[in-house]
């Protein structure tokens, strides 16, 4: 047998193995199914399955990346590279580039991304003279996105009296009209949104038999991953690529379903064996990520839900520390608590920022986590913000790219056209747009034939849209022989944009050009990357589908020391050794939207089971007795999925009303807080506090344990990022930098008493610990 596969137990060499047919892998969280798809495609390879006939599909593109380089250790990287793997959109949006002329689109085509999309639909609900507070733009864009992801057509919503009735009694009675333009305006733009990409790739297959039959064929081995996370339409496509050779394996947990409010239809997985003929199915019961508690307590959690397939899950690994459950005064005091411990964690168990995560259920209680870990000089990245390239700047600069590739696309025309400011109005650019509209042509033709239409603009601005227009088409000449990088630098200094950034000056000025500067380092090594693979070009309409389709956890390398903090959501997946979920209060998580019905409470309670089984080592579990909500104080009550979990998994370390007593607002532990700046308030009486309050003394921190009397001399440069040090009356704290040379050697200290200070080495008493 393979080495590799020693690496496996048996439950999972079984659908690692089993070459041919359709099965499916049903496994609660940790137990090896990332793991079983991963060496079931260097399997597949090794028994002379071509690489270029699987296809793999991943929730992430990070995922995908982190696969591929498993399998290219497995299988050598020249063959590894031939795998088709990435997420729906990105392969989906490879093969339609392929396919597009059947379409009717450009292969150039634009992604239009969520905010390109608001846009139009913003400016369409203008245009039609609608009240934009009835037509909330937001609403009408998830409208039209559910409506694609069930594959409802403008064609298909028309004929659908109900759904023209259910806008209708919701007071939009134009919302057909709407998404009727919105889809013109793409397709005439020569762009597809997110959702497009799945739904053109269902009317690609289901319309020309003889593509489908060209990708059934190539893709003779599917593997998806978190398959109870599928929606509608990337069911259908699942369903038709597969079903020549029904060589398809599907790996989930029905109990990790969490999209379904973005339509996942977690059906998917449990109908699997009715729509394929001799289905295997194989169960993994044997988590391997995490302790006993954890597991423990997970199960106990996931038993409550009623919809859910049986399954076991257990573990060899060690007992492990009990949840850690905290009650805290305020969001602020939830923070510095998570701060300080992370802190106490790193110091007492060397442990890395990148060891920790911070999970939460809303985007907004991000805010408190950063202010506590900017004070404690802890290194932080958020994730599920706005990706490095929607950012203004980024997007000025990209906007120019995409009018170089695809000129009818509307959205980066407009955003360009007067950006730098070129004397063009809004005027002017509204009767460019009715006159698009009007000749149904692109606004870019309209500009090219400006002398021919039918078109009230003065001679002045008429010289500046024609000066525009030739700029841009000099950066389309060069295109043709210049790479990426080269266009793109040229193109941010003839356009004007880094003149207009440069000349702003403040902070943000220059945090602009540095974006910019990194966006074009960003370019440079993807035309260095592509020129080593064989199959890409590395051309500007490539980088610009990498970028339409990149998130930030994609541009995670993996190689920075940050602790994470991110929503639930985004977390599904991934593993981290110690894992802090904050915000444990009712009406929060579960979320007060999503507890009208048992199906979405269940929802809730899945997430909770998702948050919980990403820690490795320890999980901590946190609240708050108020909270701001809707610019409100508000009274908190603890989640009812504390509650849940059977006591024996917990620590409960709910504080009692004194301070001298209490852990939590211990100085030694809570080392920024004024204490007069403490409120108390009643502890809320609840069910399960019948019984007295357990009372934890606050973790001792190590004892040091080299002293010398006068320090050591560190002048000599012995000291490093990273050392543990102790200062006379800062206390003990971590090197965050070390600067100049010489007597002038200054270090960056993050102190337990004092936070960060800047010391000058030839002076500060320091002790290596
Ligand atoms: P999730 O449901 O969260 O996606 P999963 O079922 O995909 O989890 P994996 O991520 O594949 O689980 O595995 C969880 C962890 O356990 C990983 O760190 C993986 O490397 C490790 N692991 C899985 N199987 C084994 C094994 N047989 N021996 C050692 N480690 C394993
Ligand atoms: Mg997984």
């Known amino acids: 047998m393979e080495k590799y596969l020693s690496q496996l137990n048996d439950a999972q060499l079984a659908p690692t193995l089993q070459k041919d047919g359709p099965m499916i892998v049903i496994a609660g969280a940790g137990s090896g199914k990332t793991r079983v798809l991963t060496y079931r495609i260097a399997y597949l390879m090794s028994q002379g399955v071509d690489a270029f006939n699987i296809l793999s599909l991943t929730f992430t593109n990070k995922a995908a990346r982190e696969m591929k380089s498993r399998i290219a250790d497995i299988v050598g990287n020249s063959e590894a590279k031939n795998l088709w793997m990435g997420t729906f959109h990105s392969v989906f949006a490879k093969i339609l580039r392929f396919e597009a002329d059947r379409l009717g689109y450009p292969s150039n085509f634009t992604i239009y991304d969520t905010q390109d999309s608001d846009r139009l639909i913003s400016s369409i609900i203008k245009e039609m003279n609608l009240d934009k507070d009835v037509y909330k733009y937001k609403q009408v864009r998830s409208r039209i996105s559910s409506y694609k992801n069930s594959l409802i057509t403008v064609k298909a919503y028309f004929n659908n009296p109900e759904l023209i009735e259910a806008d209708t009694a919701a007071r939009r009675p134009r919302l057909g009209d709407i998404y009727k333009n919105y889809v013109e305006r793409c397709f005439k733009a020569g762009a597809m949104d997110f959702d497009d990409l799945l739904l053109k790739t269902n009317e690609l297959l289901t319309r020309f038999p003889d593509v489908l039959a060209k990708y059934q064929d190539r893709f003779r081995y599917i593997l998806v991953d978190e398959y109870q996370d599928t929606n509608h339409s990337q069911y259908l496509i699942v369903r038709a690529l597969s079903d020549r050779f029904q060589n398809i394996c599907v790996v989930g947990d029905d109990a990790q379903s969490i999209y379904a409010f973005r339509g996942a239809n977690i059906n998917n997985i449990l109908n699997f064996q009715r729509d394929y003929d001799d289905v295997k199915v194989f169960r993994l019961e044997q988590n391997y990520r995490s302790t006993k508690n954890i597991v423990n307590a997970a199960n106990s959690i996931i038993d409550k839900n009623q919809t859910k397939l049986d399954k076991v899950v257990w573990t060899a690994n060690d007992e492990g520390p009990k949840i850690k459950v905290n009650r805290l005064m305020t969001d602020g005091d939830e923070g510095r608590y998570v701060a300080s411990s992370i802190f106490e964690n790193k110091m007492n168990n060397q442990l890395k920022n990148k060891d920790f995560a911070i999970l939460y259920r809303t985007n907004a209680q991000s805010r408190a986590m950063e202010d506590a870990l900017r004070k404690r000089g802890i290194e932080y990245r958020i994730y599920g913000g706005l990706s490095f390239y929607q950012r203004k700047e980024i997007k000025d600069v990209l906007s120019y790219l995409r009018l170089i590739i695809n000129p009818a696309d509307e959205e980066a025309l407009k955003r360009v056209i007067n950006f730098p400011a070129r004397g063009i109005g809004q005027t002017t650019i509204d009767r460019l747009v009715v006159a698009a509209n009007g000749y149904n042509r692109s606004i870019f033709q309209v500009l090219q034939n400006l002398d021919k239409v039918d078109i009230k603009i003065n001679s002045g601005t008429k010289g500046k849209l024609q000066d525009f227009v030739t700029m841009i088409e000099s950066f389309q000449v060069m295109n043709q022989n210049a790479n990426a990088f080269e266009l793109a630098e040229h193109v941010t200094k003839a356009s004007g944009l880094i003149r207009e950034f440069n000349k702003d000056g403040t902070p943000e000025g220059i945090a602009r050009m540095e974006n910019i500067e990194e966006l074009l380092n960003g370019i440079k090594d993807f035309v260095e990357e592509q020129k080593e693979l064989a199959d890409t070009t590395g051309s500007l309409t490539e980088f610009l ?223 290596v610990l």
């Open 545 to 767: 589908e990498d970028v339409a389709l990149a998130t930030d956890l994609d541009n995670d390398t993996g190689d920075d020391d940050r602790v994470a903090l991110m929503t639930i959501h985004l977390a599904k997946g991934l593993e981290f050794p110690y894992v802090y979920i904050v915000g444990m209060e009712e009406d929060l998580f579960p979320s007060a939207m999503s507890m009208n019905t048992r199906s979405e409470l269940e929802e809730e309670r899945r997430l909770f089971y998702v948050a919980l089984t990403r820690a490795e080592k320890q999980a901590y579990l946190t609240y708050t007795l108020s909270r701001y909500r809707w610019g409100k104080l508000i009274d908190a009550e603890p989640s009812r999925f504390i509650e849940e979990i059977d006591d024996q998994y917990l620590e409960v370390l709910t504080p009692v009303n004194d301070p001298r007593q209490n852990p939590m607002l211990n100085p030694d532990i809570f080392g920024d807080v004024e204490p007069d700046k403490i409120r108390f308030k009643k502890p809320i009486k609840r069910k399960s506090e019948n019984k007295p309050p357990k009372f934890v003394a606050p973790p001792k921190l190590k004892p040091i344990s080299k002293t010398t009397s006068d320090g050591v001399n560190l002048f000599d440069g012995k000291l490093t990022v990273g050392n543990i040090v102790e200062h006379i009356r800062f206390g003990k704290g971590e090197v965050l930098k070390i600067e100049g040379q010489g007597a002038d050697t200054k270090a960056e200290i993050n102190f337990e008493n004092g936070g960060v200070k800047k010391l000058l080495l030839r002076f500060a008493k320091l002790q």
